[in-house]
């Protein structure tokens, strides 16, 4: 009998982090401490996210339960799109604390997406360790990354996969702006043929237009941004805007639609995108609860229709909210992301040793949420971390001002 308990325990601690248990237990949420405080406890689970795996690439999330579309419960295997957009997050943490091995490992991520970019210049979509599909999104967020650490190096290896990914995606493009085609296999199950958060992959051409001087890229992200309006509702929402809802999108993918048009705006100084941009970002801004958190969906009447939160959205709208007060000098704007900043603060995993855990940002609050359930995801630390990183380095008397 005690054999065959032990073969039981065996059995079921390979689908369960009984670290879980002690987080339903005892909440092992954090107190709100020094913002520096989680940000460098936001970093290290990168870096342990990194090292999960030797060839550079930060592994997708940590699962606390068996996973069942990785079969797996633990690290799973690294992710391209998000590895592209966390490179220039670490740069900026480098940068912040004047410590080059943060430097190092951006660089060593950049080097990795050029190992496994797709010889058509795409980004695949999916980890690594699934089939390759040329995914339009995946493609612009690593070419965030890959001219961030061209900027840095100077090395004109980086820049040149930023080129060829962005003649795919030009390649790719549609007469009216819309991506339609090579949105990977991952969204075969999808109702919709475009998804207008694709403004983000926009942007991402916008500063490669930046950088490179092409006119071809700019007025690629200007049809893009174009056809996205043609989305908006009077009311600043967007339409086909959720990979799987777009009838309720995530608040994650809100903020993706929205940033891409208001840093185009902001490039550009067009006051027509930045108004639209505004527009949806207040209101979100109306809707946060009276301790700055947001529900995880909305309706097209901006009507909450979830209870729980995704957190990896909310950590983008607020750093909307900062960019915006950055742009604009609404005092409003920095209220948002001073209170939702520290709403993300008070769910971070700082109250256990956990190497998986500690430092995290879960998916959803309760972590049994709908978006990314039980799951430690790497976007969302990503996100909570330009988030606080812009708090911090805002002047103290504008902060004390609120």
Known sequence: MIRAASRSLKYYSSFIDYELLKI??????????????????????????QDAFECGGVARSYSMIYHPYFER????????????????????YARLV????FADRAVRMADWECRVQMPNGAVQGGVIDQPPSPAIFNTGQVIFGW?????????????????KAGQFLISQQDEDGAWRKSLSDFTMNSRMSSYTYNTRTAWALMELALVTGSEEFKQAAIRNVEFALRQ??????????????????LTHTIAYCIR??????????????????????????????????????????WEPTVSWRCLTGEAQMAGIWGRLYQIAGNHEYLEALLSTNAALRKVQFLQTAHPGIYGGIS?????????????????????????QMLEYLLPDNEKHAV
């Open 24 to 49: 339903y237990l005892a909440r092992s949420r954090s107190e709100d401490q020094s913002p520096m405080s989680h940000i460098a406890a936001a970093v290290q689970w990168i870096c342990r996210a």
């Open 147 to 163: 001219i961030r650490t061209f900027q840095e190096t100077r090395k004109p290896g980086y820049l040149d996969c930023a080129i």
């Open 98 to 101: 004047h410590r080059q091995e």
């Open 260 to 301: 891409g048009i208001m840093e185009i705006g902001s490039i550009l100084k067009n006051d027509e995108y930045l108004a639209c941009a505004r527009k949806a970002a207040d209101a979100v801004l109306v809707k946060r609860r009276p301790d700055g958190s947001l529900a995880g969906r909305f309706n097209e009447r």
């Open 73 to 92: 419960r633990g690290w799973a295997a690294p992710y391209p799109e998000t590895t592209g957009y966390i490179i220039p997050t670490l740069f900026n």
């Open 232 to 249: 908006q509702l009077e009311n600043g929402w967007f339409r086909s805007n959720c990979l799987t809802q777009p009838v309720h999108p």
């Open 363 to 387: 998916g959803s609050e309760p972590i049994h949420g709908a978006y990314g359930r039980f799951e430690i995801l790497n976007w969302a630390v990503k996100f909570f971390l330009d988030a």
